[in-house]
C-alpha cells in the first residue's frame, strides 16, 4: 500500500481521503501512543475528516488535543515534544484533501511512513474499550503568532518603514501572516485573509497567473514588497514593487545567504533539492557556507543526515525546497509565515531590490513531460543513458534522477514526478532554450519508447 507521497496523503476526498481512511489512519498512528495534536484547514471537507482522524488516535489509546482550524505550520509547532496531524490538501483544489503527520515538530518520513502503511493496510483494530480516551481542546494560534515574531525580532530591522500586501487566497494564512508582520511594525494591506474553503478569490496554489490581482496591487501602489501564499501556509511567493514574481530560488538564496552569514558555525550548511538553482550554492558559498541536497519532498531527511554525520563544527542553518522553507533556529518545520516575517525584517534592513541585485539570476526553465507511473522507471533508465551519451561534456550524477553539470555553472536535471503522470526536465543556462529542447526531445523519446 503506497499512502504517502511527498507531502503526505493527498487526493480526491471521494476516492482518496475519504473518512474511512482518515480513520484508519488516526487508529494507525494511535498505536504509537502519547498525545496527538489535531488541527485542519479551512476546506469544506476539513472538519468532518478531522473527527474521523481524532476518533481513530482515541480508539487507539492515543491523547487527543483539538486545536481546530489553523495553519500547518501552528501545528507543527504545537506538534513539538508530542504528535500531530493535520488535515489539508496545502495548495491542491477544494474537492481534495489530505493528512499530515508530525512527531516533535518534523513530518514524518521514512519508517514511520512505511509502518503506518503496514498498519492502515492490515486493519488495526480498536484498542480496549477502556483503553480509548477523551480530548481535549487547545487554542495554539496566539502563542504560534507570538513565537514567530519573537523570532523574526533576531533578524534584520524593525519594518516600520515598510508595507508589505499579502494575499491570502482565502486560506489559513489569513489568520497568521498579517498579525505577525502588524506586530513586527510593518503597515499590512491583507487581501483575501477571509477562510473559504470553496477558495473563490483564486486557486490555492500561488502562481504568477493566480496572483495578478496581488501583482497588480503592489505595481500600482506604494506597496514595498507583496506576499502570496497557499491554502494552508507552508508556502510563500514573493512579488517586487513592479509587480513581478520572483524566482523561488531567488527567495532562497536571500534567505540562504543570511543565515548562513550570521551562523558561528565553521560549516554552515544549507539543504536544498537537486532541481534547486546555482544561485542558491553561489550565495551560500560567497556567505562562507556549504550546499547539500537531497530529493524532493525529504528536507526533513537531508537535514537528518547532514546532523548524523556533523562534527562539532557543522550546523544546518537553513533548509528550502521551490516555495517551502525550514528555519531550523526556530523550528523544524516547513513554515511559511516565519519566511513572511524574516524577509519583512531584511528587507526593512536592506531593500528587496538591493538584496537581488548580487543574486546571478542566470535564465532557468521547468518543463513536464506527460508519463503514465508505468512507464517511468523505463524512461529513467532508458534516460540514464542517452543523455550523458547526448551530452558528454557534462558531469553526470544519478542521485536524484539524471543531473548534468557543465562547465560556467549551467546544468540540466531530469526526475519522475513522484505526485504526478510526469517527467520532470529542469535547467539554467545562459542558453537555457536550446539546452531544454535538446534534453526535453530526448526525454519524449524515452517515454514514447517506455510506453
Known amino acids: 500500500m503506497d499512502l504517502f507521497g511527498t507531502a503526505g496523503i493527498r487526493g480526491p476526498v471521494d476516492a482518496d481521503v475519504t473518512p474511512d481512511r482518515a480513520l484508519a489512519v488516526g487508529r494507525a498512528a494511535g498505536r504509537d501512543g502519547g498525545t496527538f495534536v489535531v488541527g485542519y484547514d479551512g476546506r469544506v471537507t476539513s472538519p468532518a475528516l478531522a473527527d474521523a482522524v481524532a476518533s481513530g488516535l482515541a480508539s487507539a489509546g492515543a491523547n487527543v488535543v483539538k486545536l481546530g482550524r489553523v495553519p500547518t505550520p501552528a501545528l507543527a509547532y504545537a506538534s513539538q515534544g508530542r504528535r500531530g496531524v493535520m488535515v489539508t490538501a496545502s495548495h491542491n483544489p477544494p474537492t481534495d484533501n489530505g493528512i499530515k503527520l508530525f512527531v516533535d515538530g518534523e513530518e514524518y518520513h521514512g519508517d514511520a511512513e512505511r509502518r503506518l502503511e503496514d498498519r492502515v493496510a492490515n486493519n488495526t483494530h480498536p484498542a480496549s474499550w477502556d483503553q480509548w480516551r477523551a480530548t481535549e481542546r487547545e487554542d495554539v494560534l496566539p502563542d504560534y503568532r507570538d513565537t514567530v515574531a519573537t523570532y523574526a525580532h533576531t533578524l534584520g530591522a524593525a519594518p516600520t518603514d515598510l508595507t508589505v500586501a499579502v494575499d491570502c487566497g482565502n486560506g489559513m494564512a489569513g489568520v497568521a501572516t498579517p ?158 509565515v516565519a519566511s513572511a516575517a524574516v524577509l519583512a525584517r531584511l528587507f526593512a534592513a536592506t531593500p528587496l531590490a538591493e538584496r537581488r541585485a548580487v543574486v546571478d539570476e542566470r535564465p532557468y526553465r521547468k518543463v513536464s513531460v506527460p508519463c503514465p507511473e508505468a512507464a517511468k522507471a523505463g524512461a529513467m533508465e532508458t534516460l540514464g543513458e542517452s543523455l550523458p ?48 529542447d535538446q534534453v526535453e526531445s530526448l526525454v519524449r523519446s524515452a517515454v514514447d519508447d517506455a510506453n
Open 179 to 336: 498579525y505577525v508582520l502588524r506586530a513586527l511594525g510593518a503597515s499590512v494591506i491583507a487581501t483575501e485573509a477571509n477562510v473559504d474553503g470553496h477558495f473563490p478569490a483564486r486557486e490555492s496554489k500561488p502562481t504568477a497567473e493566480s496572483l495578478t490581482a496581488l501583482r497588480s496591487l503592489v505595481a500600482s501602489t506604494d506597496v514595498d514588497v507583496g506576499i502570496g501564499h497557499d491554502g494552508d501556509g507552508d508556502r510563500l511567493v514573493l512579488v517586487d514593487e513592479e509587480g513581478d514574481v520572483v524566482h523561488e530560488d531567488t527567495v532562497v538564496a536571500m534567505l540562504a545567504e543570511t543565515y548562513t552569514a550570521r551562523s558561528s558555525a565553521e560549516d554552515p550548511v544549507v539543504v536544498t533539492t537537486p532541481n534547486a538553482s546555482g544561485r542558491i550554492d553561489q550565495r551560500v558559498e560567497e556567505a562562507g557556507g556549504r550546499v547539500e541536497r537531497v530529493r524532493l519532498g525529504a528536507l526533513h531527511e537531508g537535514i537528518a543526515d547532514v546532523r548524523a554525520d556533523a562534527g562539532p563544527d557543522t550546523e544546518v542553518v537553513f533548509a528550502a525546497e521551490p516555495w517551502k522553507h525550514v528555519h531550523p533556529a526556530f523550528g523544524g518545520w516547513i513554515d511559511a
Open 389 to 436: 551519451a547526448a551530452f558528454p561534456e557534462a558531469t553526470v550524477s544519478t542521485d536524484h534522477g539524471v543531473r548534468l553539470s557543465f562547465d560556467g555553472g549551467a546544468w540540466a536535471l531530469v526526475r519522475p514526478s513522484g505526485t504526478e503522470p510526469y517527467v520532470r526536465v529542469y535547467a539554467e543556462s545562459e542558453s537555457v532554450d536550446d539546452l531544454i
